[in-house]
T-cell receptor, first 104, second 114 residues
Framework: DAKTTQPPSMDCAEGRAANLPCNHSTISGNEYVYWYRQIHSQGPQYIIHGLKNNETNEMASLIITEDRKSSTLILPHATLRDTAVYYC?????FGKGTKLSVKP | DSGVTQTPKHLITATGQRVTLRCSPRSGDLSVYWYQQSLDQGLQFLIQ???????AKGNILERFSAQQFPDLHSELNLSSLELGDSALYFC?????????????FGPGTRLTVL
């Protein structure tokens, strides 16, 4: 299973775009990249996933590099409620994630 | 609300005891996953079942076991409990057959071992 690397923490101003990077250089060619977030001690919430192409849904956009070694999750207009730990995973290995703090 | 339910919400027990955690997946989901989340280890995958059969195994201790029943609910049994087993235990379900697909997590069971 692919391991991922994420910065431990990031800050973002409310209303601005939050761009969360993830390195997954060991991901295999047919392995999807999944993003989840966890608010406090609640169950993680699925956000989005992708294989090669960029993806967008009502929550976020996912940009995957052509070599598939990294990706960026974009929250276009971050709100205070987006403050959470964001996990990028290859399959079943959740790392420590990125703690995103959205500030007024 | 993900549609996944877990009971109980909180469980306090003593070392050496045995407990059972229960999970009901979303309607129609055939896959169930179990995870352990402790402060120092993060979210650790334990085991996955698909339609009653074990599908994938992670870092699950021999003292732990799980099963998925014909009605698709799942139980995680933890025995000979140790202080270090204190953690949040999450169940997730997925409509997909593969390993590690889009998962919907329950609210968790907080286990405290004294």
């Amino acid at each position: 299973d692919a391991k991922t690397t994420q910065p431990p923490s990031m800050d973002c101003a409310e209303g601005r775009a939050a761009n969360l990077p993830c390195n997954h250089s060991t991901i295999s060619g047919n392995e999807y990249v999944y993003w989840y977030r966890q608010i406090h001690s609640q169950g993680p919430q699925y956000i989005i996933h992708g294989l090669k192409n960029n993806e967008t849904n009502e929550m976020a956009s996912l940009i995957i590099t052509e070599d598939r070694k990294s990706s960026t999750l974009i929250l276009p207009h971050a709100t205070l409620r987006d403050t959470a730990v964001y996990y990028c995973i290859g399959k079943l290995i959740f790392g420590k994630g990125t703690k995103l703090s959205v500030k007024p | 609300d993900s549609g996944v339910t877990q009971t109980p919400k909180h469980l306090i027990t003593a070392t050496g005891q045995r407990v059972t955690l229960r999970c009901s997946p979303r309607s129609g989901d055939l896959s169930v996953y179990w995870y352990q989340q402790s402060l120092d280890q993060g979210l650790q995958f334990l085991i996955q079942y698909y339609n009653g059969e074990e599908r994938a195994k992670g870092n699950i201790l021999e003292r732990f076991s799980a099963q998925q029943f014909p009605d698709l609910h799942s139980e995680l049994n933890l025995s000979s409990l140790e202080l270090g087993d204190s953690a949040l235990y999450f169940c997730a379900s997925s409509p997909h057959t593969g390993v590690g697909n889009e998962q919907f997590f329950g609210p968790g069971t907080r286990l405290t071992v004294l």
